[in-house]
């Protein structure tokens, strides 16, 4: 019989958010001067849950008592800021343009990953590498 080998790592899975009431007790136990062994327990997450609720909290400058005008959609919003916009992201490639590129007579892989790599900033992605995975030339004598 075979057995699953027990250090398959799986893809991570984004974790679902707490219910804004489990944060306002996890934020309420906490003032009141609990463990984060003892929120976790009575709010039913785990002590890193009750830990990162505590950070973002933190972070966001919010403790208990909760101002009373905030709402849970202003909580939310206030411990989970949108993540920030990178300005240095690089270009996805024109594929389409890339496949009627290489239909043309002397168009090779290899020399359109050339251009690209010469138009886009900081040259591409680090992990930017020629066509075949190597770092030869065309002609791939060296």
């Known amino acids: 019989m075979m057995h699953a080998c027990r250090f398959y790592l799986r893809p991570a899975m984004p974790k679902e958010r707490l219910s804004m009431r489990k944060i306002r007790e996890i934020l309420r136990l906490s003032a009141a001067g609990l463990s984060a062994?003892?929120?976790?327990?009575?709010?039913?997450?785990?002590?890193?849950?009750?830990?990162d609720c505590l950070l973002r909290a933190g972070q966001a400058d919010l403790g208990w008592p909760l101002p009373a005008a905030l709402d849970d959609v202003e909580l939310e919003r206030r411990l989970y800021p949108p993540a920030p916009?990178?300005?240095?992201?690089?270009?996805?490639?024109?594929?389409?343009?890339?496949?009627?590129?290489?239909?043309?007579?002397?168009?090779?892989?290899?020399l359109l990953w050339q251009e690209y790599k010469a138009t886009v900033p900081a040259g591409g992605t680090a992990n930017?590498?020629?066509?075949?995975?190597?770092?030869?030339?065309?002609?791939?004598t060296g």
């Open 37 to 51: 062994r003892q929120i976790a327990g009575s709010v039913g997450v785990a002590r890193s849950t009750v830990a």
């Open 85 to 110: 916009v990178r300005d240095d992201a690089v270009p996805v490639p024109d594929w389409p343009r890339l496949h009627a590129e290489l239909q043309r007579k002397g168009v090779t892989l290899l």
């Open 128 to 140: 930017s590498k020629p066509p075949g995975g190597h770092g030869g030339s065309a002609s791939g």
